[in-house]
């Protein structure tokens, strides 16, 4: 049952580049700047995390999501500091653990270190790896990192990276443990991967209906229970768009999000997204988009539903204006949460 | 034949999905990855439960249909003897994300199924349920009749097992169009306008109809020259 009071609300973006008001793009620099502006809007209201993307192409800012943390976290008090996703995959564990260590020191404890593949799969080729090895690569950097999340000497060994002795890594948190998520998206086994390491979960549903990950959800407290492992409420990020008025949020999210997908989609060779797709996907699929109303509702339905202690909206897809992205932010945190809560709390009295 | 069996290699999102869709269609499933049944057990007792976690042969030797559910870069895994005789569906697409380079997967020459067939030699091979995402698969499949039901594209080099998984996609909640050239599977493949797609009967005939009209037609037909 959904804990309404421990319930833990997020932002993401991906760094999509800004656009300004006549329709032309802001510089990737000036994007970057944009974040830390609203990392600082975030905390102000109260929002409880802010994740930010790694990716390695021209249509993001942000390949290096810790620096950019970190200026955040230098301007806020409350809000934690997450990257969306860290591509484990192409990184080295040792980096990525004094990376969120650092973050960690300076931000007062509240860095959040979120390990998955992530949508893209630029990385492979640019730090050397192979994509085939994709599977391996990525078990064979977490049972590293699991070690050294431990904060105490590792002896280590494996096929990708040089040999660990008895090495102590630092600097050492001041928690003792960075906390840790997996990102996953819609492939069972990795659920099972994660409870096998008794990390918490977030789930990408970009796509469809937040119904159909109900079974996996119960696989992640089955698989929990039968081995033993720590149970956690699960966490979900979507996409979304909040404006004042509908029609307005429908036109925005509609030209924003579906350009995103669709040149996302050219170099995997998908078909375009339709107008009906889309229409599917914000009525009753994984779109959160609308008036603060019916996103509050739709998100209050999907939390109950799953049973989730989280919930993540990504913003900013596509390339929207500064003032788009600020006002969505502000109406998210000062409408949709309280109303989330509100629904939730009503239902439960309900009950 | 009578289909009562389904047999499904590859328990991943596509598999499982299709091993959930067969159950409620009333077959007898077995599926299996690429290790133990201690790997997929709970995964399948929670997701599709009903449906009989096994290896490889197991599913083989006791199913009527056999569905290709794994990365198209893996197939070579699997001992040709195996499927010797079957009927089997391929529902495998070139996808560079986890089969890795191009080349290094496929002749450039000929398509992915063709390529199947040509490995799966005493194997008769169809192509079906690879062009629509495994979310799609799962959300739209409907009973004949209904206007909501979306379509998939059937294609195969032999008639008679053409016409049988024709058949069997319709159970499956899909009505169909049918093409008997194993070759024509390029028309659904990565890069196609019906990739990832889902749509109706008559959406994707006109798609396949006109095919050679279609950006990424003239792109496979300038190829060919
Ligand atoms: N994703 C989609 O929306 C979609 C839609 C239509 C068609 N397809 C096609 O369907 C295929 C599978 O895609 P997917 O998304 O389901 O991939 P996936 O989630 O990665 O699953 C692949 C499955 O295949 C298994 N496997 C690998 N080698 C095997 C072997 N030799 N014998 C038996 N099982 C083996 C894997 O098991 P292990 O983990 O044990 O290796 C895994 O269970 C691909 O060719 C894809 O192009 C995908």
């Given at each position: 049952m959904v804990d309404v009071n421990k319930l833990e609300f997020g932002i993401e973006t991906f760094g999509d580049i800004v656009a300004n008001e006549d329709g032309s793009l802001k510089s990737a620099a000036e994007s970057i700047r944009q974040i830390i502006h609203e990392g600082e809007i975030?905390?102000?209201?109260?929002?409880?995390?802010?994740?930010?993307?790694?990716?390695?192409?021209?249509d993001y800012s942000v390949s290096s999501p810790e620096t950019v943390l970190a200026a955040i976290a230098s301007v806020t008090k409350q809000i934690k500091l997450a990257t969306a996703v860290t591509v484990l995959s192409s990184d080295d564990p040792v980096r990525v653990y004094e990376r969120f260590a650092t973050l960690d020191g300076l931000s007062n404890g509240r860095a959040q270190v979120m390990l998955g593949r992530g949508s893209f799969t630029e990385s492979f080729p640019l730090f050397g790896y192979d994509l085939t090895d994709y599977d391996d690569l990525f078990n064979e950097k977490l049972s590293l990192y699991d070690m050294l999340r431990t904060e105490k000497a590792v002896t280590w060994?494996?096929?990708?990276?040089?040999?660990l002795k008895n090495q102590e890594v630092y600097p050492k948190t001041e928690n003792g443990e960075l906390e840790t998520y997996i990102g996953i998206g819609g492939s069972p086994e990795s659920i099972i991967r994660a409870v096998r390491f008794g990390y918490k979960v977030i789930i990408a549903i970009i796509g469809g209906q937040a119904d159909r990950f109900k079974p996996y959800i119960d696989l992640y407290h089955k698989a929990a229970k039968q081995l033993n492992m720590p149970e956690y409420p699960i966490a979900v990020h979507s996409h979304g768009f909040i404006a004042d008025n509908e029609d307005e949020a429908l036109e925005v999210a509609f030209k924003n999000i579906k350009a995103n997908f669709d040149r996302i989609g050219l170099t995997r060779g998908w078909a375009p997204m339709s107008?009906?797709?889309?229409?599917?996907?914000?009525?009753?699929?994984?779109?959160?988009?609308?008036?603060?109303?019916?996103?509050?509702?739709?998100i209050a339905r999907t939390i109950d539903l799953l049973d989730l202690g989280r919930f993540d909206l990504v913003y900013g897809a596509g390339n929207q204006t500064a003032a788009q992205r600020e006002r969505m932010i502000e109406l998210y945190a000062t409408k949709v949460i309280p109303r989330v809560k509100?629904?939730?709390?009503?239902?439960?009295?309900?009950? | 034949m009578t289909i009562k069996r389904v047999g499904i290699l590859g328990a991943g999102k596509v598999g499982i999905v299709l091993a959930g869709l067969a159950l409620d269609a009333g077959y007898e499933v077995r599926i299996s990855?690429?290790?133990?049944?201690?790997?997929i057990d709970l995964i399948i007792k929670t997701l599709v439960p009903g449906a009989i976690a096994s290896e490889n042969r197991d599913v083989v030797e006791n199913s009527d249909i056999i569905l290709l559910a794994i990365p198209l870069s893996r197939y070579k895994n699997i001992d040709p003897q195996l499927l010797k005789g079957k009927l089997v569906i391929d529902a495998m697409n070139y996808w560079w994300e986890t089969d890795g380079i191009r080349e290094e997967v496929l002749e450039p020459d000929s398509t992915s199924s063709e390529q199947v067939q040509a490995y799966f030699k005493d194997t008769t091979i169809v192509k079906a349920f690879n062009h629509m995402g495994y979310h799609n698969l799962q959300e739209d499949a409907r009973p004949k009749g209904n206007p909501k039901r979306k379509a998939l594209f059937v294609t195969g080099d032999d008639h008679k097992a053409v016409d049988e998984v024709a058949h069997f996609v319709d159970t499956m909640g899909f009505d169909q169009v049918v093409h008997y050239n194993l070759a024509d599977g390029i028309m659904t493949e990565p890069g196609s306008p019906l990739f990832g797609a889902s749509l109706k009967y008559d959406e994707l005939k006109h798609i396949i109809d006109h095919f050679n009209e279609t950006e990424f037609g003239k792109q496979v037909a300038a190829s060919q020259k």
């Open positions: 975030a905390d102000k209201y109260g929002i409880n995390v802010i994740g930010v993307g790694e990716h390695h192409r021209p060994s494996g096929k990708f990276r040089p040999s107008r009906e797709q889309f229409d599917h996907e914000t009525q009753v699929g994984s779109f959160y988009v609308g008036t603060p109303e019916v996103v509050a509702n739709r509100e629904i939730l709390k009503a239902k439960e009295a309900a009950k | 990855g690429s290790g133990t049944v201690k790997k």
